[in-house]
């Protein structure tokens, strides 16, 4: 690719940077408009089949199809410079807000949970047009969502997942065409940078006890074990910041939360936030190093397993049964989303059968967060700013 596509494609993308709001539910649609019908970098099809595969991987998900996209159109450093372009936004307000933590007011944020059904809503209602064209997908959709919404744990949804494409290539793979299957070899480089990483740090961090050895392992494991998205890694990092290594208080943390939400770009750059905190008694210096190393330690792991996979991936879909499990992993990430959208309603806890005024409110900015995404042309940053204008306000 030339110098200026590479520049036009890597603005497109601090673009999304900077408007993507929403979470990784979200940001699949704004992905559509953007690099599908407006640039066509790749077909839809392929950009739900990137995604779909980034649902079965631990790490964020919306990074990590940026990356593949990356890869695929500029190969190893045009995926790294994604990364960071992608990144560096929400990385930079996360470590000043960590900086900064205690002059800021504390209900700016009020409106942001009410406001992220609203996004993830609208998001799934684009999504299931376009990947739930057949009864069978509909099913697939449905029990995934019901699954994920009763069981709650990140550890069932890449099961969920792959349970779905199963079945759907059961299913549909005969009516693939049969391809001349070409052999193909595994490119282990990647997956073994990727556990050299992993277990070294380890070592070293439990060797040294320097804090920010053992930060970057923190991360580095979570970006690991972690599947399902943001969603999932906030709770988790909870249990290993606060309540065990007590590095924040809960008050830190939550603040922290609300300002993600509030952000453009990936939900991941919370770890940002934390790693900056905790390593506040370095003074400025050791918040600005905290910040960076969390945020590069949260995403390598699915920085390197996207390269590792790519490569197997292109190669596997030679196989009718791999193609025939595409529809049911996209009617999978579908329920993902819809699942999504009613676990972060479930928080706001409004009764409807006897409504109060909070639960009223919530509702409307709920309500109305969807209708304006879904229905206007409203650009999406104006809607966050108006809520989080209203929040100070009142």
């Given at each position: 690719m030339s110098f200026l596509r590479t520049i036009i494609f890597l603005k497109d993308i601090l673009?999304?940077?900077l408007t993507a709001f929403g979470g990784p539910q979200a940001h699949i649609g704004l992905f559509i408009k953007l690099l599908v019908e407006k640039r066509r970098y790749l077909t839809e099809a392929e950009l739900l089949e990137l995604n779909a595969l980034c649902q079965i991987l631990p790490g964020p998900s919306s990074t990590q199809t940026l990356i593949a996209i990356g890869y695929k159109r500029g190969g190893f450093w045009l995926a790294f410079a994604t990364l960071l372009v992608w990144i560096f936004p929400a990385v930079t307000i996360m470590i000043?807000?960590?900086l900064g933590t205690e002059y800021m007011p504390s209900n700016f944020a009020k409106f942001i949970p009410a406001m992220a059904v609203g996004f993830v809503a609208s998001a799934a209602l684009q999504i299931i047009p376009k990947v739930v064209q057949t009864k069978m997908a509909w099913v697939l959709m449905s029990i995934t969502a019901v699954v994920a919404c009763a069981i709650r744990s990140p550890w069932e949804l890449p099961f969920i997942v792959l349970l779905s494409g199963l079945i759907a290539s059961f299913k549909f793979y005969k009516q693939e065409k049969i391809e001349n299957s070409q052999p193909f070899t595994i490119k282990w480089r990647y997956l073994v940078i990727f556990g050299v990483i992993f277990i070294?740090?380890?070592?070293?961090?439990?060797i040294t006890r320097e804090l920010p050895i053992r930060l970057f392992e923190n991360f580095y494991r979570n970006g690991t074990l972690i599947f399902g998205g943001g969603q999932v890694l906030v709770?988790?990092?909870?249990?290993?910041f606060v309540a065990?290594?007590?590095?924040l208080t809960a008050q830190e943390f939550a603040y922290g939360y609300a300002a993600v939400q509030a952000l453009p770009g990936p939900v991941f750059s919370f770890a940002a936030y934390l790693?900056?905190?905790s390593m506040r008694n370095f003074g400025t210096m050791g918040i600005v190093a905290g910040g960076v190393i969390a945020a590069i330690a949260i995403n390598l792991p699915g920085?390197?397993?996207?390269?590792?996979?790519l490569n197997f991936w292109q190669s596997l879909k030679q196989y009718r049964p791999i193609r025939a499990s595409l529809e049911g992993i996209n009617a999978a990430g579908a329920g993902l989303v819809v699942a999504a959208a009613y676990l972060l309603f479930v928080p706001l806890k409004v009764d409807f059968m006897h409504l109060q005024t909070v639960d009223a409110i919530?509702?409307?900015?709920?309500?109305?967060?969807?209708i304006l995404l879904h229905f206007t042309k409203i650009p999406h940053p104006l809607v966050v700013v108006f809520w989080i204008l209203l929040g100070l306000l009142f």
């Open positions: 673009l999304l940077a000043f807000l960590a070294g740090t380890a070592i070293l961090g439990g709770p988790v990092l909870y249990t290993e065990f290594k007590h590095y790693g900056g905190m920085m390197l397993l996207i390269f590792f996979t919530n509702f409307a900015v709920m309500l109305s967060t969807f």
